[in-house]
């Protein structure tokens, strides 16, 4: 990214136009730029942007779904942008937050109505007892319709998805709306606060409910698409449940054995390659059984238990409720794991008890009752973490009623059509019995009861929708949570290291930043380096030898990389000398120029899972949208998404028309428009410049911002001298964020941070971490190999 310092010398005019500014609005006059300037071309091309206490959890306790009819379409929807909502620091995470993070654990009894909690209740404590559950303070009751066009009773697609994300849809949706478009949910938006996540159930980890709120699918049946999604756009820190089949494709059964005795049609089916083999490779430490859950030791926890449910239950098995691994147990695991975070933002947990909704569709009125106990003892435990820890919404529901049980007493039934359960049911503490009658083996559309305490959970009570849920835990997250600057180191902090070499980056790392800013362009064999430069520079690379004996194009230097192959640019040496201009500069000797995909590579080596990504595509003189604009893009693409760091890479380009060809081949990544001066962007010039993509820029007045929201951009990243208060204002009010470039002095620093910029991008990571330090910002963390 060729970001150039900021100096004085940019006109009052550039400052105006870019803002906004009316008229006697004047010079802000806050940033008096010098830093270290490289040639700036000048006109449409592209700009060059050179420099301006843990509670103690004790697990107690002893150790099939619904079939909606859906919308047939196969395709699996692109995952969404994640939403963090605003000017909370999240959307460039990487602070340490602060003591007032929230943590989020919301406990779902899956077809969990007020006749199952009766039953529970009764059976377990007796008619003057509590549940743990039922002794959490703000009581609520939820409608659980669906949007679907055909019943309004809800599947639990639709309702987990109600929940998520706060958007009703149809039966068997999974993270999208009634137009099958992605929604974002409450676990996304934790993941963009700097909050860690986990999903933990007995039901497969990627059936409806978990599945809501870590995927995108059209179809909940997708399970194997919503395991890959869980690994390569949500990741969630804490995966524990059932549905080991989904993770290994067929042929290959994983640490469970194929079709089990207890049911034989069990095997592995996935169709997305080793999922778990992927997760390990992620950094994922993978348990399969008690003892390997309670030895794990990682941040990153993937446990599958059973090869479907972690229980048995349909018509041609016996129905068996006792998972290898208790609910108490993961639940503890989960909340041992997420409440380490080093960052301590907090975290968001959602723990589903499958069994309730299973047994109540096969009317089994003994095993609805045990699993709902295991469910009990699991929120007891919960409920203990929130009380120690003070600042936890603790939230209890079902998301919706299943078999339409009734609670009778002794002696003739009701409805003698009716499947009857012919044994009794103790009442607890008492010489009382109790019979369940059952209407149907599907859903019903009742509401359902929800009980919850800690902060927000007064916003829980009365009678209301099930997508008030979702508002709830997202507000309290958002509530807990500071704005944070975003530390962006330029090229890896070529005012410090080599720039754009590996050892810039891993010092970054180590150093601790938000963000490493980095440049790509493509080689004429298709592959995507970290590289800023369209030609090879005798001030940065020094030729070695041919790549072949003989090679008609050696010597390289002075070459453009779009005529080079990777391993013709692999043989320059661009660690040979301090580049001009930058006297504190570490010489990284020998330095090869990289591949993207080996700067992911580093941070996973570094562990460094928060780390986030500015990837600029370069743009070629001239080339402003053209076919190498278009395939660089792509390919850049490719490797984020096989980097499985789609959720923490930012596509940053001067070249507009890329960031459009985003919208449409990967949503779900935040785009960010790069502006230069007024004139660069052809401010009072006729017709549109080339490099915004059919935008005149004075159809907005000369507003960078507005013309950047006009496209749906997330972020706009100005030139450091063209920053005011009106053009933060205007971004803010519009939820966007002001990421400057390149800033190297600390006055600079200073100023920019006082007109309330969401990060800054710097050639010196050392000077603006200081500046972070001294002016009360958390720090964002250091990573070691």
């Known amino acids: 990214m060729k970001k150039t310092a900021s100096t004085l010398s940019t006109a009052i005019l550039s400052i105006c136009v870019l803002a906004g500014c009316g008229v006697g609005t004047g010079l802000p006059g806050v940033i008096g730029g010098t830093g270290h300037p490289t040639s700036h071309p000048t006109g449409h091309p592209g700009p060059t942007k050179t420099p301006t206490p843990t509670p103690t959890i004790s697990p107690t306790g002893t150790p099939p779904t619904s079939t909606p009819t859906s919308p047939p379409p196969t395709q699996t929807p692109t995952p969404p942008p994640p939403d963090d909502g605003g000017d909370d620091g999240g959307d460039h995470g990487g602070g340490q937050g602060d003591d007032d993070a929230v943590n989020v654990i919301l406990m779902v009894g899956d077809g969990m109505g007020t006749s199952q909690r009766d039953a529970i209740r009764l059976a377990s404590v007796g008619l003057s007892g509590e549940l743990a559950m039922d002794t959490l303070p703000q009581v609520g009751r939820v409608h659980t319709n669906s949007a679907d066009p055909g019943t309004f009773v809800t599947d639990s697609a639709a309702a987990a998805t109600s929940m998520a994300t706060g958007v009703k849809t149809y039966n068997g949706a999974i993270g999208v709306d009634l137009d099958q478009q992605p929604v974002t949910s409450a676990l996304e ?10 999903l933990v159930t007995t039901a497969q980890v990627t059936d409806a409910t978990p599945a809501a709120f870590g995927s995108h699918v059209l179809d909940r049946d997708e399970q194997s698409a919503i395991a890959a999604q869980f690994l390569r756009s949500s990741h969630p820190e804490v995966i524990l449940g059932g549905g080991e089949d989904y993770w290994y494709p067929a042929g290959n059964p994983g640490r469970l054995p194929d079709n089990p005795a207890e049911d034989d049609s069990e095997e592995s089916a996935g169709t997305e390659g080793n999922l778990v083999e992927e997760a390990q490779e992620q950094g994922y430490e993978y348990v399969w059984d008690l003892p390997g859950l309670q030895a794990a030791q990682g941040d990153l926890l993937l446990g ?14 016996e129905e068996v409720y006792n998972p290898t691994v208790p609910l108490t147990e993961m639940t503890g695991k989960a909340l041992e794991v997420l409440n380490s975070n080093p960052d301590d933002n907090g975290f968001f947990l959602m723990v589903e008890e499958e069994g309730i909704d299973a047994m109540s569709h096969v009317n089994n009125g003994a095993l609805t009752i045990e699993s709902g106990i295991q469910f009990d003892r699991s929120v007891a435990l919960a409920k203990e973490f929130a009380e120690q820890d003070g600042n936890t919404l603790l939230i209890t529901v079902g998301d919706h009623q299943t078999g339409g049980m009734t609670i009778e007493p002794l002696g003739d039934a009701t409805n003698p059509d009716s499947p009857v359960q012919e044994e009794p049911f103790d009442v607890a503490d008492s010489d009382q019995q109790f019979r369940i009658d059952w209407t149907t083996n599907g859903h019903t559309g009742d509401d359902v009861p929800l009980t919850a305490m800690g902060p927000g959970s007064e916003m829980l009570t009365g009678v209301y929708e099930n997508t008030r849920i979702f508002d709830v835990m997202v507000s309290v997250m958002r509530s807990g949570t500071d704005r944070d600057l975003d530390l962006q180191a330029h090229r ?41 430069d369209d030609t090879i520079m005798d001030t940065k690379c020094a030729d070695t030898a041919p790549a072949a004996a003989g090679d008609p194009e050696f010597p390289y230097v002075g070459d453009r990389v779009a005529d080079l192959t990777l391993a013709q640019v692999k043989t320059l040496d661009c660690g040979f000398q301090q580049l001009p201009g930058f006297p504190e500069q570490n010489v990284a000797e020998g330095n090869r120029i990289a591949e993207l995909r080996d700067v ?71 785009r960010v428009a790069l502006a230069g001066t007024a004139e660069e962007l052809g401010v009072g010039q006729p017709g549109a410049a080339p490099q915004l993509g059919g935008i005149d820029i004075d159809d907005f007045g000369g507003s960078v911002v507005q013309a950047a929201h006009s496209r749906g951009y997330d972020v706009v990243s100005p030139i450091a001298t063209t920053v005011t208060p009106e053009m933060v204002r205007s971004a803010h009010e519009l939820g966007m964020t002001v990421i400057p470039w390149t800033v190297n002095e600390v006055a600079d620093m200073h100023a920019l941070i006082d007109l309330g910029v969401d990060g800054i991008i710097t050639d010196y990571p050392t000077r603006l971490r200081a500046v972070m330090a001294e002016r009360g910002f958390d720090l964002p963390r250091t990573y070691r190999r």
């Open 189 to 198: 938006i934790a993941e963009r606060l700097g909050k860690s996540t986990g």
């Open 492 to 532: 890896g902090g070529r005012g410090e290291n080599t720039e754009e070499s590996l050892a810039a980056f891993a010092h970054a790392l180590e150093l601790g930043v938000t963000t490493l800013e980095l440049d790509t362009v493509l080689t004429e064999d298709g592959r995507v380096i970290v590289w800023h």
């Open 600 to 670: 992911y590579r580093l941070a996973r080596d570094y562990r460094a899972r928060r780390i986030q990504f500015n990837v600029e595509t370069k743009v070629e003189d001239g080339q402003a949208g053209g076919p190498r604009s278009v395939a660089l893009t792509r390919a850049v693409v490719k490797v984020v998404r096989d980097s499985g760091r789609s959720r923490r890479t930012t596509i940053q380009s001067f070249d507009w028309s890329t960031l459009n060809l985003l919208d449409r081949i990967a949503p779900d990544l935040t």
């Open 304 to 317: 599958l238990f059973a090869n479907e449910e972690m229980f048995q239950y349909g018509d041609d098995v």
